[in-house]
């Protein structure tokens, strides 16, 4: 019982410390298939990996929501995602919290959301289950990650499927024509610095592809 006091001691001074990446800046866009491939080779003269090239994954992602009453007459919906490689089988699976995004001010870059991320074992889908946890949809991810210092971007092709499976491409179907691009950092709270590396970034992209601030809020009224 020591360690884990000592363990949860220390977890919280460094939370208290702002040295925990905690924080994820978050900005999102998309290109057509056909202009994928300029995009990629641009990406390679911008970032850091130019000499290995861009690291490729092959992911699939499980969407859980937890709901708890908070209150009466109130309820909480706390956001879980589970991904796993499925190019690289005994890697850790990873469980991640992600909270809601903050589009703050209009001279703010980019969006702000809570992000914190672990590793897990396989069980944890049991686990999440046994919980309570409902998943909401699930999918296949499929692209590369380059690294600019901090930042981290992906380009990716999204697939529907149809249930969890282990072989990679079976019943599964690409969403839309194009792939989904994200320019993110993890940084402790108050680095909104970084915002602003960010936005210099993204202009670098145009006009082969637009990042934004994406207001999940307004999506859902339009739907």
Same mark, same amino acid.
């Given at each position: 019982?020591?360690?884990?006091?000592?363990a949860?001691? =220390?977890?919280?001074?460094?939370?208290?410390?702002?040295?925990?990446?905690?924080?994820?800046?978050?900005? !999102?866009g998309? %290109?057509?298939? !056909?202009? @994928?491939?300029?995009?990629?080779?641009?990406?390679?003269?911008? +970032?850091?990996?130019?000499?290995?090239?861009p690291?490729?994954?092959?992911d699939?992602?499980? +969407?859980? =929501?937890?709901?708890? =009453?908070?209150?009466?007459?109130?309820?909480?919906?706390?956001?879980?995602? %589970?991904r796993?490689?499925?190019? %690289?089988?005994?890697?850790p699976?990873?469980?991640?919290? /992600?909270?809601?995004?903050e589009? &703050?001010?209009?001279?703010?870059?980019t /969006?702000?959301?809570?992000?914190?991320?672990? $590793? +897990?074992?396989? =069980?944890? @889908?049991?686990?999440?289950?046994?919980? &309570? +946890?409902?998943?909401?949809f699930?999918y296949?991810?499929?692209?590369?990650?380059?690294?600019?210092?901090?930042?981290?971007?992906?380009?990716?092709? /999204?697939?529907?499927?149809g &249930?969890?499976?282990?072989?990679? &491409?079976?019943? @599964?179907?690409?969403?839309?024509q194009?792939?989904?691009?994200?320019?993110? /950092?993890? $940084?402790?709270?108050?680095?909104?610095a970084? $915002?602003?590396?960010?936005? @210099?970034? $993204?202009?670098?992209?145009?006009?082969? %592809?637009?990042?934004?601030?994406?207001?999940?809020?307004?999506?859902?009224?339009?739907?």
């Amino acid at each position: 019982m020591a360690v884990i006091g000592s363990a949860t001691d =220390t977890l919280n001074t460094a939370l208290k410390s702002n040295i925990v990446p905690d924080q994820e800046y978050l900005l !999102q866009g998309s %290109v057509l298939d !056909q202009y @994928v491939e300029v995009l990629l080779h641009r990406l390679r003269g911008l +970032c850091d990996n130019v000499d290995s090239g861009p690291e490729s994954f092959h992911d699939h992602e499980l +969407c859980f =929501t937890l709901r708890a =009453t908070s209150g009466p007459g109130s309820a909480m919906v706390l956001p879980l995602r %589970v991904r796993r490689a499925l190019d %690289v089988p005994e890697a850790p699976w990873q469980l991640r919290y /992600v909270g809601q995004h903050e589009l &703050g001010d209009k001279n703010r870059p980019t /969006v702000v959301r809570s992000s914190i991320d672990m $590793a +897990c074992s396989s =069980t944890i @889908v049991e686990f999440l289950t046994e919980l &309570g +946890c409902r998943m909401d949809f699930e999918y296949i991810s499929r692209g590369y990650m380059f690294r600019k210092g901090r930042m981290k971007i992906t380009v990716s092709k /999204v697939f529907k499927m149809g &249930g969890l499976t282990n072989k990679p &491409g079976e019943s @599964v179907e690409p969403i839309s024509q194009s792939y989904l691009v994200e320019l993110s /950092v993890l $940084a402790p709270s108050g680095q909104d610095a970084i $915002a602003e590396d960010m936005r @210099v970034f $993204a202009e670098q992209l145009k006009p082969l %592809v637009h990042l934004e601030k994406i207001d999940y809020k307004r999506l859902a009224h339009l739907q």
